[in-house]
């Protein structure tokens, strides 16, 4: 059982710089694929960025050269490092650690960006 707490979101301006943590319980932290996803109001949960077991990564074109995923397994954390950001950004983001079948969610943290 893996136990994931997101933190960092705030409410900034656009441009602005954020870093969001995801700590998680547990031992093991290796062996999981941790990705970052968010939801914006009436939207669809979607994929932001995933970092491998070997820190491949991979982001979604919307984010791509602004954000940057990244993880320390010493520390069971894994971050989300967010750069430039556009009103269009403004959504929950939640963690997500998978390793075969197990599959957990953090409960999010909110991202508001103003214009």
């Known amino acids: 059982q893996v136990q994931l707490v997101e933190s960092g979101g705030d409410l900034v301006q656009a441009g602005e710089s954020l870093r969001l943590s995801c700590a998680a319980s547990?031992?093991?932290?290796?062996?999981?694929?941790m990705s970052w996803y968010r939801q914006a109001p009436g939207k669809q949960r979607e994929l932001v960025a995933t970092?491998?077991?070997?820190?491949?990564?991979y982001y979604a074109d919307s984010v791509k050269g602004r954000f940057t995923i990244s993880r320390d397994n010493a520390k069971n954390t894994v971050f989300l490092r967010m750069n430039s950001l556009k009103p269009e950004d403004t959504a929950v983001y939640y963690c997500?650690?998978?390793?075969?079948?197990?599959?957990?969610w953090g409960q999010g943290t909110q991202v508001t960006v103003s214009s």
């Open positions: 997500n650690a998978v390793s075969g079948p197990m599959n957990y």
């Open positions: 970092i491998t077991r070997s820190d491949n990564t």
């Open positions: 547990g031992s093991s932290f290796s062996i999981y694929v």
